[in-house]
Each structure stands twice: as structure tokens, then as C-alpha cells.
């Protein structure tokens, strides 16, 4: 009731833009001597988008990057808040180490990337080649499979530190009395990581999942900065396409169908993910 | 032979000194009670037998042999915990049969063995419902439930009942004690509540700054507490424990408080011009036309009895009387007690010193 008003105003400043891009998405907008010029196309941007091999390699790098980011990014987090939930772990300096990735500026974390992967000047080149990993320097986003791997590297660096932080906040909220329980029960530490941390982490790692699915698949200014793409379209996913084709292409209305594509894409997997995770509720409640 | 036994165990962090030369003989089907207030180190003991927390020094043995570094399956103990430590995910009969799961024991016995406890437990109807969904009688059931169910030689309860409201405490102290008579498993139990002690053990040790400072039965510790604190802290309500000095006039021995001499009994192991101090059990303290003149400082009916505290010329005492006693506050009256029924401690040492000595137990090994 109080939060009314709050809302309201939460609900005109998400759902103006919102509704703004719908009805973008139905137009064809043409850009002319400073003015725009729209008109109706119905579903049409929408039908395009099926037939658009770029949109499909898009669609299709989208789901890679978000399929092996989330997998990735989720264990190694849990593998880190374990860590830091240990004994050995728990001093503030490791939090503060770990969360140094996550509070550099986007555009700058791209940037510093950019440097490293420099295929003339980059540290990355410049170790592995006295390591002798490597004989000669290499483009690292020079081919398809390569670039997309350092994106991935790039932005699981980023990403890991955030959602450690969240299992971490999950971990400590585990009563330690059941862990003297299920050791009382003779469970072995393997045993009660199964059938307490994992069940009792449940909630933790739904959240995990569905921020982690839905930062990935929004994932931009990485690309943009390192790669814009390339090569060949190797790296262009739906969000850094919907850019483009707005602000590159000026194909406004296009642009904001993908843009949707995307909005529909995301609420879609979080409503899965809820419902999926939601705690079965076995018997009648009382 | 002794099935659980600490001999001078103690227990550190660092140098703060949790527990000191616990010794403690506890046979085959024992109750016994730890009793303490909070920070008396019973919880710990109790952790040092379940195994869920290193013993510093001394030697724990469970059936004679040593069981310091045993795994808690390993001696085969189940511990009834304070917040019950249910699995909040697990349903009732998963709760109950994790132990066994953990064992490797078949999924048809774990049935079987889950089914049988609850029917045992009546909490047959609830075995799909998780915990939280739950009374708090229920979930403790389900948490005796889940220790019993493996039988083990060795029960620990660790304040099983302080979650529980005053009624269902009393009713699961008896389920307790029944379940106690049917499986004749060796119990442990730890608790801050004297009446609850009182009430279900068949020995009790009371415990106080990390030391035991007696273990006997219950009539024993009530009757002849061996130190002054172990005095004060059993009985309800609490005696007050008042202070004077042994005096002896033509061989008879006194004591003498404020503006009041009180003969004391005869075979008091006290010295003339020994500083004590003494109490009397308030239900041994009755109207006594020949008695002390009592000013009634406060009443308390509870039902059975009306507890009254008065101002004697030796100092503030508290009566028990039968059912509702009809006083008002100001009232003078006169209240007697006999010699015999007097507690006797030494006023430096807070030994007792009263007509039948009980020494502070230094339970052995061996014989």
C-alpha cells in the first residue's frame, strides 16, 4: 500500500522505454534529414529476423557463450565461496582480492583485456612466450573459435567474483548445527556437501543461475570493446547485433525487434528457472 | 564395567579453560544428568563424548577402551541437539533414515527400521512432511526419532526440551524417561533446568566453572548437597543462604546469626569460631508456635503450596507452606525447623559440613 507510489513511478520509468521499443519494433523507421520517419510494418521486422543468417549465427553464438558462461561461472563461483567459507579462506583480504574484477568499470575491464590479448604488446603474448608456451606472438581474437574463447575467458573473469559473493552469502546462512548433525550421522564430508550444502545451497544457485543466464546473454560492452564481432561474425550476439543494427545500420525498428527478442528470451528463462527451482513441497501443508 | 568413562578431562581454547579434570563414571543404562547454568562447561563435556569436539587432555573410554580420537560412529553415540538440527530440506522419514543411508544400510531396511521408529514415535501419519511443517513437540520427536533409530549404545541429549513451551517440556520429559525404560540405552543428557534434572535422571552431576561439583542421585544432590552451591542452585524455590559463626556453650554447639543463636546438630563436623553458612529447605520450615518470630516479607501461592519469605532475627528465609496459607504482608509470625534439617557449609571453602558429610565425588577407575 505505502509502496505504491514508488512503484507507479518504478513501473512508468521501466515500462515507458519498454512499451517504446514495442511499438518500434512494429515500424520501419527511416532516418532522413533529421527526422524520422515511421512506417507500419506489423510483424514484418519480426519475420525478417527468421530469414537473417546473421541473426541465426547471433541467436546460435548467444546461446554457446550464455550455455558455457553459466556452467562455468557457477562452478567455479562455488568452487571459490567454498574456499572462502573455509576456515583458511575467511580473512577480508581474499574478499577483497576476489572482488576487484567485478568493481572495475566495464568498458575499462575491455579495454584492460584489450591490452593484455594485444597481439603486439599484450602481457598475455609477452609470458606465454617466455614460458615457451608459445614461439611466436598470436592474435588471440584473430580467428573464430579463439576469440570466442577469450570472451568468455574475459567475461567469466568478471562475472565469477559477484556470484562467489552470493554462494558465499548462501553458505553462511547454513546452520552449522546440521553439519554436526549429518557428522553425528556419519556422513563424511563428501556426503554432506550432497546432502546438506548442495540442498540447503538450492536457493543460493537458482539465483546464480538466473542472474548469471541473464548477464550473459546481455553481455555487450566486451565485445564491443574487444572484439566488435568479429571475425567474421564469429563473435556478434544478439545484444551487440540489436546495437548495431539501431546504431550502425540505423535500422531502428529492426534493431528494437531483436531487442525484444531478447526481453522475451530472458523472461522466458527466468520464469523456467523459478518454476524449476522452486523447493517441491512433498505431503500437505498443515 | 563403566561403559563411559572421563578420567581428568579437560577441555581448552586457546587459554581460556572450558572444562577442568572432569571425572566421571557412567554405567550401562544410566541416566545422567550434566546440570549447570549456561558456560558451565556441560555442553562441551557432552560435545567431548559425542566426538564433535577434540578432548584437550585426559582420557575418554567407552567400555574401557580409549575413544579420544573415535570418530562420533566410531563410538557409536546419537545426539538429540538443542535446535533439534533437523535436515530443513529432507521429509521426516529421510530426516530418520540418513543415518542409516549414510551406513549403506539397504533401502528396504531403512524402511522398515523408519517406519518402525515412527510408529514407536506416533509420527507414522508424518513421515512426508518436512520440518518445517511441524510442531516443536513434533520435530523432537522426529529428532529422538533419528537418533534411535540406528540404536547406538550411547543417547546425548543437549537440551532437547529448552525450545519447548512449559507444558510440552514436562510431557516430553516423560516420554523421555519412558523411552529411557524401553530401550535401557545408556542416555546423556544435558539441561539447565534443576526440576528437569530432578524430575527424569537416575544420577546427577552438577557442573559450575567447568568443574563437577557433585554427582548422586537426585535425593542425594537435594538432600545432601556437598557444596553450597550445589545448595542454592537445586530446589525451588531457592534456600537463602545465611551466614554466623560456630560458638559452643556447655557442649552444646550453635551458630550464631545476626541477633540469634541456633543450635545446631550434634554430629556437625564443625569447630568453635568456624565461619559457616546454613540453610534450611523452605518445606522443612513450618509454623511453630515455639519458633523464631518471622515478619512475612512476601507470599506466593503456586497451588500445592504458598511459598513465604519472611525476615527472622538471623536473616531472610523462605517457608514452604501447605496449599494456600492465608498471610499478609507485615504479618508476624512464628516458623521452627529442626536442628537435623539444617545445611551446613563452611563459609570459606563452601564445603559441607553438616551432620552427614558427603565428600565432593572423585569418581575412580579400576575395582
Keep these: ?151 568468455l575467458l574475459v567475461d567469466i573473469w568478471k562475472s565469477v567474483p559477484f556470484i562467489a559473493l552470493l554462494l558465499l552469502a548462501g553458505l553462511q546462512r547454513i546452520p552449522q548445527s546440521l553439519y554436526r548433525a549429518a557428522y553425528m550421522d556419519g556422513a563424511r564430508p563428501g556426503a554432506a556437501f550432497r546432502h546438506i550444502t548442495l540442498p540447503q545451497l538450492r536457493g543460493a544457485i537458482a539465483i546464480a543461475v538466473i542472474l548469471q543466464t541473464i548477464w550473459s546473454l546481455r553481455v555487450f560492452d566486451i565485445i564491443f570493446v574487444l572484439t566488435s564481432g568479429g571475425p567474421a561474425d564469429a563473435t556478434v550476439m544478439m545484444n551487440f547485433m540489436a546495437y548495431r543494427t539501431t546504431f550502425n545500420f540505423l535500422d531502428i525498428g529492426y534493431g528494437a525487434a531483436i531487442a525484444n527478442v531478447i526481453f522475451i528470451v530472458t523472461v522466458l528463462l527466468a520464469i523456467i528457472y523459478i518454476r524449476l527451482l522452486q523447493p517441491r513441497e512433498p505431503g500437505a501443508a498443515k | 564395567m563403566p561403559q563411559i568413562e572421563l578420567r581428568n578431562v579437560g577441555k581448552s581454547f586457546g587459554t581460556f579453560i572450558v572444562c577442568h579434570d572432569i571425572n566421571l563414571v557412567i554405567r550401562e543404562g544410566e541416566f545422567l544428568t550434566l546440570l549447570g547454568t549456561s558456560g558451565c562447561g556441560k555442553t562441551t563435556t557432552l560435545n567431548m563424548l559425542a566426538g564433535l569436539e577434540e578432548i584437550s587432555s585426559g582420557d575418554l573410554l567407552l567400555d574401557g577402551v580409549r ?79 533419528r537418533a534411535i533409530v540406528r540404536r547406538p549404545k550411547i543417547f546425548l541429549f543437549d537440551e532437547p526440551f529448552s525450545n519447548l513451551d512449559a507444558t510440552l517440556r514436562v510431557r516430553m520429559r516423560a516420554e523421555v524417561k519412558d523411552l529411557h525404560r524401553r530401550l535401557g540405552v545408556t542416555s546423556v543428557f544435558v539441561t539447565h533446568d534443576q526440576e528437569e534434572a530432578l524430575s527424569i535422571s537416575d544420577r546427577i552431576a552438577v557442573m559450575r566453572g567447568g568443574v563437577i561439583e557433585q554427582v548422586g542421585t537426585p535425593e542425594e544432590i537435594y538432600l545432601h548437597p556437598a557444596t553450597s552451591y550445589v545448595a542454592g542452585f537445586i530446589g525451588n524455590p531457592q534456600i537463602t543462604l545465611l551466614s554466623g559463626r560456630v560458638q559452643a556453650s556447655s ?71 501447605p496449599r494456600f496459607a492465608r498471610l499478609n504482608h507485615g504479618e508476624t509470625i512464628t516458623l521452627g525447623f529442626e536442628p537435623a534439617h539444617m545445611l551446613l557449609f563452611d563459609a570459606t571453602t563452601g564445603r559441607s559440613v553438616g551432620r552427614r558429610p558427603i565428600p565432593v565425588r572423585k569418581e575412580r577407575t579400576g575395582s
Design chain 2, 251 to 321: 557442649g552444646q554447639l550453635s551458630v550464631v546469626s545476626g541477633a540469634a543463636e541456633l543450635p545446631l546438630p550434634p554430629d556437625a563436623d564443625v569447630t568453635p569460631g568456624q565461619a559457616i553458612e546454613f540453610a534450611v529447605r523452605p518445606e522443612q520450615v513450618q509454623p511453630d508456635p515455639k519458633g523464631h518470630p518471622a515478619t512475612v516479607t512476601s507470599v506466593q501461592p503456586v497451588g500445592a503450596a504458598t511459598h513465604v519469605g519472611v525476615m527472622t532475627a538471623f536473616g531472610p528465609m523462605v517457608a514452604s507452606l
Design chain 1, 1 to 151: 500500500m505505502f509502496v505504491a507510489p514508488a512503484l507507479l513511478v518504478l513501473a512508468l520509468m521501466l515500462g515507458y522505454p519498454i512499451l517504446q521499443s514495442w511499438w518500434l519494433s512494429f515500424q520501419r523507421v527511416q532516418l532522413q534529414a533529421g527526422r524520422a520517419s515511421e512506417t507500419w510494418t506489423g510483424l514484418d521486422n519480426y519475420i525478417r529476423l527468421f530469414a537473417d543468417a546473421t541473426f541465426l549465427q547471433a541467436a546460435a553464438n548467444s546461446a554457446l557463450f550464455c550455455l558455457v558462461e553459466v556452467v562455468l561461472v557457477t562452478l567455479i563461483a562455488l568452487a571459490v565461496a567454498l574456499l572462502l567459507n573455509h576456515p583458511l579462506g575467511r580473512g577480508g583480504i581474499w574478499k577483497i582480492m576476489l572482488i576487484i574484477p567485478w568493481a572495475i568499470a566495464p568498458v575499462a575491464h575491455g579495454v584492460l583485456w584489450k591490452w593484455i590479448l594485444n597481439s603486439n604488446y599484450g602481457i598475455l603474448n609477452g609470458l606465454l612466450m617466455q614460458l615457451g608456451v608459445i614461439d611466436s606472438y598470436q592474435v588471440w581474437l584473430g580467428s573464430p573459435v579463439s576469440a570466442m574463447a577469450f570472451l
Design chain 2, 67 to 145: 575413544a579420544n580420537h573415535l570418530a562420533p560412529t566410531e563410538r557409536d553415540v546419537a545426539m538429540v541437539f538443542q535446535n533439534y538440527a533437523l535436515y530443513p530440506h529432507m521429509t521426516v522419514a529421510r530426516n530418520i533414515g540418513f543415518t542409516l543411508k549414510m551406513r549403506g544400510v539397504s533401502r528396504d531396511e531403512i524402511t522398515r527400521r523408519v517406519t518402525e521408529v515412527a510408529q514407536s514415535l506416533e509420527l507414522g501419519h508424518l513421515l512426508d512432511r518436512l520440518p518445517s511443517q511441524l510442531s516443536g513437540g513434533q520435530q523432537q520427536r522426529v529428532a529422538i526419532g
